[in-house]
């Protein structure tokens, strides 16, 4: 049977159970997801060559690490060639794009040293989220960025936080999509700390001095993430969950981003969706894997990527939530890296959109236990694989059992010939 064969033959499946799979996918296209540039080059950046700080680390040395903006640019595209359904992209500010023998330090970037970023979203019609880089920079001094009580240090990263405010809104004009501005800081203490309030006190107060900058919500959507740890910063952390979530439910124009490896090993970002979405009218989502600790392994089609996706789909959010990938493996081929995890998500999303919450949700109204725990289980053995493979011929990207090849002939051609 061809694909199409089997698409059709399974869709009869879901169709017994209510679904229109033709109208789920047609959704499915339509889902932007952003994808993080900085997979490509193990988060180094353009704008510095020394190490990484504020809590992160990238562990490997996988041949094809992309050098350069054309690299990097060069990369993506492959990566986004193998992937069905819509993308966006995820940019950090140490991503600028100097010419001409031109540097700025990251209190003076302007929009122009992003217009090339501009130009490849509108290329390949995407909009462009923005992240300020609160790390890897001299001024992250004794790794305090905006919660230091040094006060020259704060007045550099509020001035780096505001010029990343005007480059977002430069992107939303450039894309005519908005851009998610999200807020993340590695600040913390290594060992237990004899002050936990005045480092939050002054984190407060940085971010309110951010978004005095003028900017409109409509184009741009600030938010702020949490962490619970780092290394070197084991013991605590300013901007924790509390932290971040009490300051987006006060200040207007703020939202939550929750990172599913921000949190305790034992808290589940999935649980937490529905919650804040009874309170906020939009929040933001950065995907990852986290193995013991928040490792930002790549995403594959676990049970929290798929609890993730059920709630947005069965909360009927797709429009309410902002979702991104953000990992960072350099121990096996990064293109391959990026396809396996922004197919993972889909896959996710798609199994969501190809369930039959309005049945279960009655099941559960009622107290019929017991036939949920059935129908759940049976869920499980439904043939999805067929239409998802049906969704990547109709998208023209690689099947399953051929990403590796396309992926292992772009690694002989370019990567293996960059000599790094």
Known sequence: MTVKERYLESKKVFE?????????????????????????????????????????????????????????????????SLCPGKKKLNLHASYAVFENGEFVDRDKIEPKHFKKWAEFARKHNMGVDFNPTFFSHPMAKEGLTLSSPDPEVRKFWINHGKACIRISEFFAKETGIPCVMNIWIGDGYKDVPADRMGPRIRYKESIEEILKEPFDPELVKVTVESKVFGIGVESYTAGSAEFTLMFAATHKGCLPLMDNGHYHPTEVVSDKIPALLVYFPEIALHITRGVRWDSDHVVILDDETKEIAKEIVRCDALDRVYIALDFFDASINRISAWAVGLRSLEKALLMAMLTPWSKLKTLQDENRFTELMSTNEAMKMLPFGDIWNYYCEKNGVAADLELFGEVDKYEKEVLLKRGN
């Open 16 to 80: 017994e159970l209510g679904i229109d799979v033709d109208k789920a996918i047609e959704k499915l296209e339509r889902v932007p997801v952003s994808l993080h540039c900085w997979q490509g080059d193990d988060v180094t950046g353009f704008d510095q060559d020394g190490p990484l700080t504020g809590g992160i680390q990238t562990t490997g040395n996988y041949p094809g690490k992309a050098r350069t903006p054309e690299e990097l640019m060069q990369d993506m595209e492959k990566a986004m």
